[in-house]
């Protein structure tokens, strides 16, 4: 009875231990799930700011292809680019509420970006060699707005950037890492390009008595 005695309190001492791990893993695993939470939020949140810089800047562009269309023989070419980079952008559908998931979608974004980024460069050294339109209230006053629009989608990619970065390491890290996937939480791609508008704007300018979208 006295050996048995020993085996009983034995074994209810490792159901007891057992007990308390598994008590313990429970709740790490449910801060953990509540964090993953918490930070795929704050992934979500970021990237909407980014959208909303990026389409800041898109919204400021037709304002300024007007505006610069009326210089005198202003180049053509210059702002059907410019416009048809815009269009693309808007082309590539992601929700600005969601972070995506996808880095194939995510690259495709960044290409269509890209292209805008180059005509809108482009169009600045273009404008350069019109003194009298640089010179305007109007263009100078979007010139500044699309300047503080690009620091802004400056700050608001490195945030977005941060967020993931977080996101990510949380993911693979103890405990989250066994049931993270599981439960819906994939890696996310990080954010390299300039997103644009969603939708494609309706631009016009007039050349020589030819309106042109």
């Given at each position: ?39 795929n ?27 610069v ?37 995510l ?38 707005q ?27 890290s ?34 020589n ?5």
């Amino acid at each position: 009875m006295k050996k048995f005695g020993i085996i009983f309190g034995i074994l209810a001492a490792i159901v007891v231990v057992v007990l308390i791990v598994v008590g313990i893993l429970a709740l790490s695993a449910g801060a953990s799930y509540n964090r993953l939470v918490a930070l795929n939020q704050e992934v979500d949140s970021q990237w909407a700011q980014v959208e909303n810089n990026y389409q800041r800047r898109a919204d400021l562009i037709p304002n300024l292809v007007s505006t610069v269309s009326g210089a005198a023989n202003f180049e053509k070419s210059t702002l059907v680019e410019i416009t048809q980079a815009r269009a693309s952008v808007g082309q590539v559908k992601i929700d600005p509420n969601k972070s995506p998931s996808d880095p194939a979608t995510l690259q495709q974004f960044d290409q269509a970006q890209g292209q805008l980024s180059s005509a809108l460069s482009h169009l600045m050294v273009v404008v350069e060699r019109y003194p009298n339109l640089t010179a305007t209230e109007n263009f100078q006053e979007l010139q500044a707005q699309l300047e503080g629009t690009e620091n802004r989608i400056s700050v608001a990619r490195m945030d977005f950037n941060n967020a993931v970065q977080a996101y990510d390491t949380a993911i693979k890290s103890f405990p989250a890492v066994f049931f993270a996937n599981s439960m819906g939480f994939h890696e996310k791609p990080y954010f390299q390009a300039q997103a644009g508008a969603e939708t494609a704007p309706k631009v016009q300018f007039n050349f020589n008595g030819q309106t042109t979208n």
